[in-house]
């Protein structure tokens, strides 16, 4: 075959064609040893978001206590934020200008509580109620959110702790003197 035949001047010059396969180079898009780490890093990424979520999860904890168990560890607890479950003493409310002052009780420990703000529609006395806050330096309790009636799910999980505080709330009643004008 005559290569001067061509219908390209510039193909005549060129020489044979070389199809010898060559070794591969790395390119600057591909990497190897960037390509090993990328899992790496992502795993990393994903251990360091789940410990902020822990943290911030477990941090802001609030611990759940009936009266007598917070009295009792009251010197463990300090200011810790906790929720306090209890009864309200009959005739032990004090309502103010700010909020309300009342008597909480539970297990036969007694505790005074201080709430600033707005009290639920239900809140009355014998009512058992869950309260958040924290002692104070003269042992009572400074109360900012009152919780009274606990939803279906409270229930099924927390049965026994809501017979406890009925069975107890029955006891201030007949145990507390009723006034007479």
Do not use: C
């Amino acid at each position: 075959m005559d290569v001067t035949g061509h219908d390209d001047p510039e193909s005549a010059d060129a020489g044979p064609l070389d199809l010898t396969p060559r070794a591969a180079t790395a390119t600057p898009r591909s990497r190897p040893g960037v390509r090993k780490f990328v899992p790496w890093v992502a795993a990393g990424v994903v251990v360091v978001a789940i410990g902020l979520v822990a943290v911030t999860l477990f941090g802001s904890a609030t611990y759940f206590y009936n009266v007598d168990d917070a009295v009792a560890k009251q010197a463990d607890i300090g200011d810790k934020r906790i929720r306090l479950q209890g009864n309200i003493l009959k005739g032990s409310i004090d309502e103010g200008e700010q909020g309300v002052a009342f008597t909480l009780s539970y297990g036969g420990a007694e505790v005074r509580v201080d709430h600033t703000g707005d009290v639920p529609d239900l809140f009355g006395p014998t009512i058992p109620v869950v309260v958040e806050g924290r002692f104070t330096s003269d042992e009572s309790f400074d109360s900012d959110r009152i919780l009274v009636k606990h939803d279906e799910t409270y229930d099924e999980d927390n049965g026994d702790r809501i017979r406890d505080a009925e069975k107890d709330a029955d006891s201030n009643a007949a145990s507390t003197p009723v006034e007479t004008p």
